[in-house]
């Protein structure tokens, strides 16, 4: 059973920076499926954006503008385990941080980058973060 597991999340002041990690464990696809991992983020009251995504067979890594310049997402193969460096917070980052794995990575690029609902594969359970002084 594919599992993951987010961490990170926290009270920071604005400006400053995040490192939320997503444990990936279970059975992934094998890499034919061309699987990847997209992180997302819902506000109360505010529809579920997409944050950035990484392929799991070549890493490339894809953002919307509205983070590119500020969000980071990387991969440590032997720790199973997806970064989302996020930098220069504001207070209008504060969310609830997901992160998904999707067997179809043109799926999740879709997903993360123009909010077209695709059946993820697996969910994690959300970190909070809260940006404010």
């Known amino acids: 059973q594919l599992r993951l597991v987010e961490s990170g999340g926290g009270l920071v002041q604005p400006g400053g920076s995040l490192r939320l990690s997503c444990v990936v464990s279970?059975?992934?696809?094998?890499?034919?499926?061309?699987?990847?991992i997209g992180w997302f983020r819902q506000a109360p009251g505010k529809e579920r954006e997409g944050l950035s995504c990484i392929s799991l067979n070549d890493d490339k890594k894809y953002y919307p503008d509205s983070v590119k310049a500020r969000f980071t997402i990387s991969r440590d193969k032997a720790k199973n385990t997806v970064h989302l460096e996020m930098n220069s917070l504001k207070p209008e980052d504060t969310a609830v941080y997901y992160c998904?794995?999707?067997?179809?990575?043109?799926?999740?690029?879709?997903?993360?980058?123009?909010?077209?609902?695709?059946?993820?594969?697996?969910w994690g359970q959300g970190t909070q973060v809260t940006v404010s002084s």
């Open positions: 998904a794995y999707g067997s179809t990575g043109r799926k999740v690029y879709e997903g993360v980058m123009y909010g077209t609902r695709y059946d993820f594969d697996a």
């Open positions: 279970g059975s992934t696809s094998a890499q034919l499926d061309a699987p990847a």
